[in-house]
């Protein structure tokens, strides 16, 4: 069956650029998450969701990030007036229920200039 | 604090040579630990979890809390292990998210 997919794959803005990345997970499944690749900090954790449940939000940067996830499958990051240290890979996973084996998708590459 | 630990960037040994790549960790609690890895141009992808106690593609990682480390094993090393390997941990109990802390991440090459 289908993976996680993530859109765009690629992603290139001007500093102070609002943007939105996508991420629609394997159908099905009820977690979520989102994570970032960064060459400085390597990959964390930013948001957490689970069917209904308000998100775990801990992993957020800053106020300028923001995710929404619509009755309970797409999911969309938003990062508000961009930052160049905003650039990395932002990955999205997701799971049949918490806890369980993470399928994660490939990425959105995102450069800030 | 939740930590995880890879102390190498990059590991490179000949092909049939034994491999070892180091993971610490630093948790309060029974964590659940995982091995991920990401071959060249592919998505990143489970490798094994201490929980499953199984070998894949010729891995084994054994939990050893004493130590607090998850070192990943095998025993003859092939050039297509050539990848990058992530260490991660999870927090055990029942309100556990699965959210994943990751290491810094070791680049393994094989060479022939």
């Known amino acids: 069956g289908a993976g996680v997919s993530q859109s765009p794959s690629n992603k290139v803005t001007e500093k102070g650029k609002d943007v939105e990345l996508r991420c629609d997970p394997i159908?099905?499944?009820?977690?979520l998450y989102w994570y970032r690749q960064s060459l400085g900090q390597g990959l964390e954790f930013l948001i957490y969701?689970?069917?209904?449940?308000?998100?775990?939000k801990s992993g957020l940067p800053s106020d300028r990030f923001s995710a929404e996830r619509t009755g309970g499958s797409v999911s969309t990051l938003t990062i508000q007036r961009t930052q160049q240290e905003d650039s990395a890979v932002y990955l999205c996973?997701?799971?049949?229920?918490?806890?369980?084996?993470?399928?994660f998708g490939p990425g959105t590459r995102l450069l800030v200039l | 604090a939740q930590r995880v630990t890879q102390p190498e960037k990059l590991l490179s040994v000949f092909k049939g040579a034994p491999v070892e790549l180091k993971c610490n960790y630093s948790?309060?609690?029974?964590?659940?630990l995982f091995w991920y890895v990401q071959y060249s141009r592919q998505r990143l992808q489970l490798l094994l979890r201490?929980?499953s106690r199984e070998s894949i593609k010729g891995f084994t990682a054994d939990l050893n809390k004493g130590e607090t480390s998850f070192h990943l094993k095998k025993p003859f090393a092939q050039e297509e292990d050539s990848a990058m390997y992530y260490c991660?941990?999870?927090?055990?109990?029942?309100?556990?998210?699965?959210?994943?802390?990751f290491g810094q991440g070791t680049t393994l090459q094989v060479k022939p």
């Open positions: 201490h929980i």
């Open positions: 159908s099905g499944h009820t977690a």
């Open positions: 996973a997701s799971t049949l229920r918490s806890r369980e084996t993470q399928y």
């Open positions: 991660a941990l999870s927090g055990g109990g029942s309100g556990n998210t699965g959210k994943l802390i």
């Open positions: 969701f689970q069917g209904n449940s308000a998100p775990d």
């Open positions: 948790y309060s609690g029974s964590p659940e």
